[in-house]
């Protein structure tokens, strides 16, 4: 079975299985993009049901989404501290700061 048959085949199981696991449409399409991509590069020549073959990539893509969310939240909350008090300057406050320094009143 060539790239685009696989595709034709199974993207509407793919979608939607993806689409049930991250409830969001572009979430969804992109990690449907991403499990097609994987299959592509893989050797499918011992897999025997390429659905679920293709389905238990989506799901293990899906677990490992959650496990990088769930760390970064993790490390986020243990390390507040260090986010405090350092905001982005927006670009105007770093022209303003330029010009004072340039045209300091007197």
């Known amino acids: ?6 595709f034709e085949a199974y993207r509407s199981d793919v979608y939607r299985t993806c689409y049930y696991m ?3 449409a572009a979430d969804a399409e992109d990690q449907c ?7 592509f ?3 499918r020549s011992g897999i025997d049901t390429l659905k679920a073959w293709l ?3 989506a799901v293990n893509r ?4 959650v496990k990088r969310r769930s760390n970064l939240r993790t490390k986020l909350s243990h390390h507040a ?3 405090i008090g350092k905001a982005e300057r927006t670009p105007e406050d770093q022209a303003e700061q330029q010009q004072v320094k340039l045209y300091p009143t007197e």
């Open 81 to 83: 501290h260090l986010l």
């Open 41 to 43: 590069r893989a050797d």
């Open 33 to 39: 993009q991403e499990v097609f991509l994987t299959a």
């Open 55 to 57: 389905l238990r990539i």
């Open 1 to 6: 079975m060539t790239n685009q048959e696989l």
């Open 22 to 24: 991250l409830g969001q």
């Open 62 to 65: 899906w677990i490992n989404l």
